[in-house]
């Protein structure tokens, strides 16, 4: 017994899912049934498909009467049931379309349309004669009522857009085709709306020519099945009209031509008509004459707008006005990656279309996500713009058209082109097969099986659909990132090194191609630029070879930097002084993020590229954990290697060793966000701590030496001071400190102080000695009676300074004292002499109040540098560092008897006291410590990119990006960065205003 065509294996294999609900359909379909289940089963969705045939039977009967005729003429003629079929079984609005005008099915019965593409003439001539307008001429519609002509015009698109479906769904149109197609649908669209614009505004539309110029993926002739058409609107008065009265009627027909494209009739809508690109955007008129764009174009616009007119391409009205506007603007299009700030303008556009993608849909966006359509189009307008000043074959507005000619020019690979070529072709299919479905603007893939299922049988993954479409997307996303990367930068390799192992198809750059590429990635100087690549990657040694293969990522994260002149030339000082050692290069080859950081820190940092370039073996430190260790570890590695060498400055060189290696932890953590401002200064705190307890130990051991002692007749600490003390200096901060000895009983006096003394001296020295690291300058002018005190002083000869002689100004330096280094027993003591003295139990008599106000009015009047900004200063500004410190260190000796909290050197968690006892509000305590937050991190950022310190901001404006770059701006954040800092230093200082002026 033969087993019947439908049975359930039969249905499930040909690809239905409701095996009983598609039983039951095609038992309606009767005789007619068996013919089309195969041809069912080639769909992207045979339910849908067979759904979508009984609905058009079902109106095709009740509508006319032929239900019967049409199922056997489809099921006589394969070519149409084939078309038809894969319309109903991709595209739910198709069908609808279909319902409401069963006629249409007809027009898939047209042989000729696998083969041929219709003209654009015929297309325009087909809509505009849908709306009542003449072809040939460019007059108003006659006697069809707008309501009419409305509908008309999306009767007609839909039936268009219907047979160019059907040719893509059944014929395999190439997408570049069909996005053609769809342009020139658009572009009659937008012609048979105008007609109608015109017939709305009367006889003076005559008074005005207007043309209309597509841009975007319209203007380069591949556009979407559903997008946004992007336009703008030239005009020049006709007939001698004034030109404000020829204004208003251009603006009036520009408006209801958009109208006529994006209302809503009964027969739905069609897309927006998008005008934002015009000059000012949004802001501007929406009409301009020919003479008002050159002055805009010439004197106003961003890189982004010439960009944006790249495409551009007049499709509709004056097209002979349209052409002259695109003929102005081609000139400023092929010379914009000339202009200043080019650089800038591309990474702030890139950025711009990062941000705008939502969190929920990152991993789901096929147009604006990592690896989706717009790096493509991105990186390859990008190459037009360099090579195109010099290249006119490179000036195709279509992206699949200019990557050939980039590829035929030799500035990409053939490989990699190709390779490009068919992932534009797959991402730009996936996006066409998920916007039929509905018609719908959207470039998200969805999430839910069927319409994933339905989506990957539509691109012809039949088997296993679903995970073989993911599996195929992702790994296009992979290789378009991969080849973004390559296209940018593996070219300007082949330009200075003949690389073995490259194919002959390799893109290769001449030398003066290659200095425009890397000018306008952001290389000031492109020829050093090209000679630092042709050292790191010439010859045929294993260090070349595996420099050929990390340059092109190292590139673009240079190219990403502020500083990749900077990155670049450190990477080749670096890689010459480590490329034979194993472990450099398999450490970058083998663990990208180590590369990565490498190249930001480089290109950042010079500050971190000199500890690097003294520290070669902290590249590994970038692949580790960037938390600061403490002090107690710290101090037993530096002992422990100092204590491995009898001459002291090879002792101190040991010690600065450590210190270095450490200091690049701290600025590399500080660099890549893992560790904040109050973190930053406590890990140098706590390594100045290590490194004065190992050297004081290694000095001691000299000097005992020198005078010929056995062991130390006194007792000594150091005393940290000022910032060191509280816990918050900065990268260029001094160690400010006193130091202090108690002779041991039964030790000479005169020895121990003597000893004290020359020990003081010999830590100084070696600590400041010029070695291949930053020396740490120990400070000790904050003594009693300063430079002119001694430089140690006993415990009791402090006792009897403070007694005697003390000033209010030097309690309040005792605010930040912090003994923190040497016998600990010293230091418990000497804490216990200062607190009553800084901490005073009756608080601060109002006579003192007066003098820390007048000595700090001094210092603002006297002390601010000549020509310094006093918005802009970080430390004597408004706002800055000492007017936050004093505000606080007033309130700590006025308060701290009453207040525990307030007894700490620190000045966070005393501002934290000062709130949590009501003596600053919430608020106020909020501005306090968010200005000292940020004046800190605008401090350290300045010395990170520097190398040196500054209380001032920078006027280059390549540090300044820089330094927003450190501080987590985006690319361009420059003013963004100046206008946070002194927005949150005023706000300061009306606080310090308050309560500490009173």
Not at 135 to 155: H, K, N, W, Y
Not at 445 to 451: M, R, T
Not at 954 to 968: E, I, K, Q
Request: with cysteine.
């Amino acid at each position: 017994m033969t087993r019947p065509a439908t049975s359930r294996s039969d249905l499930l294999r040909h690809g239905f899912v409701d095996s009983d609900r598609t039983s039951a359909g095609l038992r309606e379909l009767g005789g007619h049934a068996d013919p089309l289940v195969a041809l069912l089963g080639r769909t992207a969705d045979p339910d849908l498909a067979l759904a979508g045939l009984l609905r058009l039977a079902a109106a095709a009967d009740e509508q006319l009467g032929d239900r019967d005729a049409m199922l056997q003429e489809i099921v006589d003629d394969e070519g149409t049931a084939m078309r038809l079929l894969c319309v109903l079984g991709a595209s739910q609005a198709l069908a609808d379309h279909l319902v409401r005008h069963p006629t249409h099915w007809r027009e898939l019965t047209d042989p000729t349309l696998g083969s041929t593409r219709p003209a654009a003439y015929a297309v325009r001539a087909a809509l505009l004669t849908a709306v009542g307008a003449d072809p040939s001429s460019d007059q108003p519609v006659a006697g069809v009522p707008e309501p009419e002509a409305l509908d008309a015009l999306r009767v007609e698109y839909r039936r268009l857009l219907l047979r160019l479906a059907s040719r893509d769904l059944a014929h395999h149109v190439g997408v570049d085709d069909v996005a053609a197609e769809l342009s020139d649908l658009a572009a009659g669209t937008l012609e048979a709306g105008l007609a109608i614009a015109r017939a709305h505004v009367g006889p003076d539309s005559a008074d005005v020519r207007l043309a209309v110029i597509a841009m975007g993926k319209c203007g380069g002739h591949e556009l979407n099945y559903v997008s946004d058409v992007d336009v703008i609107f030239c005009f020049e008065p006709a007939h001698d009209a004034a030109e404000g009265a020829a204004s208003r009627v251009a603006t009036q027909l520009a408006t209801h031509l958009m109208r006529a494209c994006s209302d809503h009739t009964p027969e739905g809508t069609i897309w927006p008509v998008d005008a934002a690109l015009r000059p000012e955007g949004k802001a501007g008129p929406l009409v301009r004459t020919l003479a008002g764009m050159r002055s805009y174009y010439e004197r106003w616009a961003k890189t982004w707008e010439f960009q944006a007119l790249l495409k551009a391409r007049p499709v509709a009205g004056d097209l002979e006005l349209g052409r002259e506007l695109v003929d102005l603007v081609a000139p400023m299009v092929w010379s914009a990656s000339g202009r200043d700030g080019f650089v800038a303008d591309v990474q702030a556009m890139r950025r711009r279309v990062v941000e705008t993608i939502p969190a929920r849909e990152a991993d789901r966006q096929l147009k604006l996500g990592l690896g989706g359509l717009r790096d493509v189009e991105f990186a390859v307008q990008l190459l037009q713009l360099v090579h195109g000043r010099g290249d006119p074959s490179l000036r195709a507005p279509a992206t699949l058209s200019a990557l050939t000619e980039l590829t035929t020019g030799g500035y990409v690979g053939r490989v990699d082109g190709e390779a490009m070529h068919n992932a534009y072709a797959f991402l730009r299919t996936l996006e066409h097969r998920i916007q039929l479905y509905q018609l719908r603007r959207t470039h998200v893939v969805p999430v839910d099986e069927p319409s994933l299922r339905r989506i990957a049988r539509g691109m012809g993954y039949v088997k296993d659909p679903v995970p073989s479409l993911d599996e195929a997307w992702q790994g296009w996303r992979r290789e378009v990132r991969r080849l973004h990367e390559k296209l940018f930068y593996r070219p300007l390799l082949t330009a200075v090194a003949r690389m073995p192992g490259v194919a002959d198809d390799e893109a290769g750059l001449s030398t003066e191609a290659a200095a425009s590429r890397l000018a306008a990635l952001g290389f000031a100087d492109p020829m050093a630029a090209l000679r630092h690549l042709e050292a790191l990657t010439s010859g045929v040694t294993r260090t070349a070879s595996i420099q050929k293969a990390l340059m092109p990522a190292m590139l673009g994260w240079f190219a990403d930097s502020p500083d990749p002149d900077g990155g670049l030339f450190g990477f080749r000082r670096l890689s010459e002084s480590l490329g034979s050692t194993p472990w450099y290069l398999g450490t970058l080859r083998d663990e990208g993020h180590v590369a990565e950081r490498l190249a930001r820190v480089l290109a950042t940092s010079k500050y971190a590229t000199a500890l690097i370039e003294r520290e070669p073996q902290g590249v590994r430190m970038l692949g580790e954990s960037l938390t600061p260790r403490g002090s107690e570890p710290l101090m037993a590695e530096m002992a422990k290697s100092a204590g491995r060498q009898d001459d002291p400055v090879e002792a101190a060189r040991s010690i600065r060793a450590v210190r270095r290696r450490e200091l690049l932890r701290l600025a590399a953590g500080d660099l890549f966000g893992e560790i904040d401002v109050a973190e930053v200064g406590a890990g140098l705190s706590r390594l100045t701590d290590a490194t004065l307890e190992a050297t004081l130990d290694a000095a001691g051991r000299a000097v005992r030496e020198q005078l010929g002692l056995d062991a130390p007749p006194t007792a000594m600490a150091i005393v940290a001071m000022g910032r060191y003390g509280g816990f918050e200096l900065s990268y260029a901060s001094d160690a400010d400190v006193m130091f202090v000895h108690d002779p041991l009983p039964g030790a000479d006096p005169q020895v121990a102080t003597t000893y004290a003394q020359n020990t003081a001296n010999e830590l100084r020295r070696l600590l400041s000695l010029p070695m291949t690291d930053p020396p740490l300058e120990v400070d000790a002018d904050l003594r009693p009676e300063g430079k002119q005190g001694p430089l140690v002083r006993t415990l009791d000869s402090y006792a009897a300074y403070y007694a005697k002689w003390s000033k209010v100004w030097e309690f309040q330096a005792l605010l930040r004292a912090d003994a923190v280094v040497g016998d600990a027993d010293l230091r418990r003591r000497f804490t216990e002499l200062v607190d009553p003295l800084r901490f005073p139990a009756t608080g601060l008599a109002e006579t003192d109040v007066a003098e820390v106000r007048r000595i700090k009015a001094r210092i603002d009047r006297e002390r601010l540098p000549r020509g310094a900004d006093p918005k802009t200063h970080l430390k004597l500004g408004r706002g800055g560092l000492a007017d936050i410190e004093w505000t606080v260190q007033l309130l700590q000796m006025r308060h701290a008897a009453d207040v525990p909290g307030l007894r700490t050197p620190r000045t966070l968690d005393a501002l934290s006291a000062a709130g949590e006892a009501g003596l600053l509000g919430a608020t106020d305590a909020d501005v306090l410590v968010r200005s000292w937050r940020t004046v800190s991190r605008v401090r350290n950022a300045i010395t990170l990119v520097l190398n040196k310190g500054s209380d001032q901001l920078p006027s280059d404006p390549r540090a300044l990006a820089a330094m927003a770059a450190v501080l987590g701006y985006a690319p361009g954040g420059t003013d963004e960065m100046v206008n946070d800092y002194l927005r949150t230093t005023r706000r300061a200082r009306a606080v310090v205003d308050r309560v500490f002026w009173g």
